[in-house]
């Protein structure tokens, strides 16, 4: 069976050659992004074969990334038997539209279920673009740099010394001030800049800074992958005028004149969702955008044309609906009433522009369409207000899934949640073709009885949970 070794700096550095021989254009399966965002997905890396593969965790389930090297096709049948003998659903993550043909093109690999999210998209832009800023569409950017120079004087960007740490750590700290009110994602970035600053050198990442007199105002840090520049990090302080246009075109200057050629593109990575970011990064004209889709072989939700209309007792059970947005906001927002269902929307770094009415509608959308999970939305007739949600989600290989229910405050201890769950179980059962179980918080005494309610039977627990499995199976 394949071994996945977990995360070291040495361990990524034997990677470091497939990642540079199969040059993605994906920021995602560069070794600095893997370095940066290591601490937030479970990262594990394979050799095999001369082949290599990255499973992570994602969406709180395993994933892998397309293999790369000598035997690929090899990789894929031991992926496969793999994720059979734990239990998994095979699902690929940042796989570019290449790949995604070659997947669906695979007799093996059937069916398929996949999308992209346009937040976690690269930004690509020209290389002489981004060293010249020529023409009348980058006057903009153009006007900053002069602003720059007639402030500060001409630029002088150079890469970074060893001796520049304490002058980093100073301007880092200014940084922080500067965008106190930043979100989890933005604080969770900044923390690993840090760390990628003290092992930049291990990988021969270049990194440079612009420096107004004797101090840093601001600095980037890249990977060269084929023709391509990725920047990492693009820091500066708010103070100095114009200091992130200089710094982008002077870095992008500095690697040419190290290589002694131009590269082909720069890839800025994506924009999180995060509006000014993306309206910054669209104003310097990229002239592609990579999608990364995740893909999910043989999801059980596969068998689904759409979802259906279930009418249990006093309830019905339909899809989501966009007349659903405002209602399912409030349930997903509603922190007391979320705190046994596991999720507090404050802590989610998935969510890193302003939490609208589209936040979680759209999140539920993206799910369903790659195949992860098939949602609910519990009614007490079916045209009428949405007052609850199920789900099935955290689908195996051996043909399981988990099944979650929850209510609005108002709408609660009235049975609907029991007539709700016990309605999703026998259509996974009876349609899907799983077995399904269940958990709940050992405190959430409610929802025990709802589960135990519905021929469930206690399996199991631990510290935090109960684990129910259902008595009649499938």
Sequence with gaps: MLNFEPFSATVLQRALPYIKKSAPRCS????????MWRNSEDVGFCFWDETFVIKQDIGGQAAFSWPVGKNSAGMINE???YACDKHLQL???????????????????????CGYDIRWSDYIYSFEDAMTFKGRKFSGQRNHINKFKRLYGEPVIR?????DHSMLEAMLAEYEAEHSGGNKLERLELAQTKKLLDAYTMFEFPAACLMVGDKIAAFSIGEIVGDTLLIHVEKALRKYTGAYPTMYTGFVQLVAEYLGHPLKFVNREDDSGDPGLRSSKQQYHPVDMVRKYLVHINSPAAKLDKVPVIFTGDIVLTELRESDKEVYLALNTDVDNNRFWGYDYRDDISISGPVDEN?????????????????????LTEDGEMIG????WNF???DTAELGCRLRPEYQGKGYGKAAFGALAEFAERTLGLKVWARCHLQNESSRYMILGNDFKMASHDETFYYFERKSGC
């Design 79 to 81: 992926l496969q038997t």
């Design 396 to 398: 195996t290989d051996g």
């Design 359 to 379: 936040t979680f509608y759209d999140s539920v959308q993206y799910d369903m369409r790659v195949g992860d999970s098939v949602n609910f939305a519990i009614r």
């Design 389 to 392: 949600e199920g789900i099935l």
């Design 159 to 163: 890469f970074l010394r060893p001796e």
């Design 91 to 113: 699902r690929f993550f940042a796989v570019d539209e290449e790949q995604l043909d070659a997947i669906r093109g695979n007799k093996n690999l059937q069916p398929v279920m």
């Design 28 to 35: 995602d399966l560069s070794a600095g992004s893997i370095f």
